[in-house]
């Protein structure tokens, strides 16, 4: 008996150290309803967004067969020819089977790839969310009579919520599944979009195991988020919640002012430019809401960014500017176009753009324009 039991843990030791060897993949597809002839892609994307393709297979009596290796584990495509989308996977050197539904491709089922589930996970996550917000929004399309404005306004508070908690489903993900391959792929994938939070995923990532964090993607998902996290250290001083740094900037008149003296109940630091189309069509709004709230507390400082090699004379352009569109609060400029020092501060990529400060200086929105800028403003004073 003895004799068996070790016959049968040897075999299972073996087994597991040929999976755990394992350098290639076999994809066993099962395209029921999909025509005989009918072609099957497996692919990726670089990192410019195009598409290189690994296997491509001939579906035949319902079945394809895709091979190849992988270094690690990565998300893949499948896609048929003649029907929309792809089906994802997380791809890794294992017997994966694909069961392709030829009505939704994303529906696909997908089983033997251990990495995949963390996809799975993730993806199931989403759609719960998702289900949430259907479903809060459909009481909300209910609300229609003005006595149950109170109802209204709760509903989009949930509305809200749950935008928020779909918003914060990926990093969450990665701290609740530290040692899931698939974690490690989510943060590659955040870190490249527009409002990555690379402090928190950097935290994220240290908490990772050790194993994921020495693997080879491990290594290179780190370099991304320290190039970033060099990135953020230029602008961490101006989230919402900063103290908004201060400023010396000269006047029309030459005069030296500073932001810390000129700061109000509530203050908007307001980057325009005599040769800006929006800006100059955003100043009336700016204009009826200072002539409103000035005297309740409300200071603008109006950072020009004049000075554009096409200007012949970026000055006489930019106090023409403030005559011609009736700018009352206070004006600085260095006239030097985007290299000015305090456009530099605040990171200014663009313009029209806006910093509201509080009562205590902190920042608490940016670029706000229109009526949003103004209740921002009454909001602030409300609360000063």
């Known amino acids: 008996m003895k004799r068996i039991l070790t016959i049968l843990l040897i075999g299972l030791l073996l087994a597991s150290c040929k999976q755990e060897n394992r350098t290639d993949f076999v994809i066993n597809g099962n395209a029921e309803g999909v025509y005989n002839g009918i072609r099957v892609y497996l692919k990726n994307l670089d990192e410019q967004g195009r598409e290189i393709f690994l296997d491509t297979a001939i579906v035949m009596d319902g079945k394809f067969t895709l091979k190849g290796s992988v270094e690690e584990p990565s998300i893949h495509f499948i896609s048929v020819d003649g029907t929309q989308g792809n089906a994802i996977l997380m791809l890794e050197n294992s017997e994966i089977d694909v069961e392709i539904n030829k009505q939704n491709l994303l529906e696909s089922k997908i089983s033997g790839s251990e990495s995949h589930e963390g996809y799975a996970a993730f993806e199931e996550g989403i759609k719960k969310i998702r289900e949430e917000g259907r479903e809060v929004m459909k009481h909300y399309r209910q609300v229609k009579l003005p006595e149950e404005a109170a109802k209204r306004d709760s509903l989009s508070k949930e509305l809200e919520k749950v935008s928020i908690k779909l918003a914060e489903h990926p990093l969450n993900f990665v701290k609740e599944n530290n040692d899931m391959y698939f974690s490690l792929n989510l943060i590659g994938l955040?870190?490249?979009k527009p409002k990555f939070e690379v402090a928190k995923f950097m935290e994220a990532y240290e908490n990772l195991s050790s194993n994921l964090k020495e693997s080879a993607k491990g290594q290179e998902v780190k370099k991304k988020l320290d190039a970033l996290y060099e990135e953020y250290q230029k602008i961490a001083h101006l989230e919402e919640g900063k103290i908004a740094p201060n400023f010396e900037a000269p006047t029309p008149d030459g005069d030296i002012?500073?932001?810390?003296?000129?700061?109000?109940?509530?203050?908007?630091?307001?980057?325009?430019?005599?040769?800006?189309?929006?800006c100059r069509r955003e100043n009336p709004n700016v204009v009826r809401i200072y002539d409103m709230y000035h005297d309740q507390g409300l200071e603008i400082i109006g950072v020009s960014l004049d000075g554009q090699s096409r200007q012949q004379d970026p000055k006489k352009a930019w106090l023409d500017a403030i005559e011609k569109d009736g700018l009352k609060w206070h004006q600085v400029s260095h006239l030097k176009y985007f290299n000015d020092p305090v456009a530099r501060l605040y990171n200014i990529q663009s313009i029209p753009a806006t910093y509201?400060?509080?009562?205590?200086?902190?920042?608490?929105?940016?670029?706000?324009?229109?009526?949003?800028?103004?209740?921002?403003?009454?909001?602030?004073l409300e609360k000063a």
């Open 190 to 192: 955040e870190a490249n």
């Open 356 to 380: 509201i400060l509080d009562a205590d200086g902190k920042i608490v929105a940016k670029n706000l324009r229109g009526k949003a800028l103004e209740n921002k403003v009454k909001e602030l």
């Open 257 to 278: 002012i500073s932001l810390n003296d000129i700061k109000g109940k509530v203050t908007v630091i307001d980057f325009w430019a005599a040769w800006c189309g929006p």
